[in-house]
Nanobody, 118 residues
Framework: QVQLVESGGGLAQAGGSLRLSCAAS????????MGWFRQAPGRNREYVGG????????YYADSVKGRFTISRDNAKNTVYLQMTSLKPEDTAVYYC???????????WGQGTQVTVSS
């Protein structure tokens, strides 16, 4: 059983930066994609961006493009979400997820809260 554990959330001021980590533990984890999602209170879960595991290519929602960067450390089995130029509307619980079959995200972390103050 693979577990994904997010960390790095917290409080930041508008214009500031945070880096989230998503560490995979348990069995060897080689997904097709790793993704980051977020959910703000009263809103649906939103796709933030993803990483094609084999190709290393990354994809971003328009709302974060140019501000957020996804990277990984294979040795640490960890994926990162570097967030810069943060805005109050980035406030949400952030989740990482893995897609083991196709592009269906079926393994999820517990989430980490990000709060951006104006």
């Amino acid at each position: 059983q693979v577990q994904l554990v997010e960390s790095g959330g917290g409080l930041a001021q508008a214009g500031g930066s945070l880096r989230l980590s998503c560490a995979a533990s348990g069995r060897t984890f080689s997904p097709n994609f790793m993704g980051w999602f977020r959910q703000a209170p009263g809103r649906n879960r939103e796709y933030v961006g993803g990483l094609n595991w084999s190709r290393g290519s990354t994809y971003y929602a328009d709302s974060v493009k140019g501000r957020f960067t996804i990277s990984r450390d294979n040795a640490k089995n960890t994926v990162y979400l570097q967030m810069t130029s943060l805005k109050p509307e980035d406030t949400a619980v952030y989740y990482c997820a893995g897609a083991r079959i196709g592009a269906t995200y079926d393994t999820w972390g517990q989430g980490t809260q990000v709060t951006v103050s104006s």
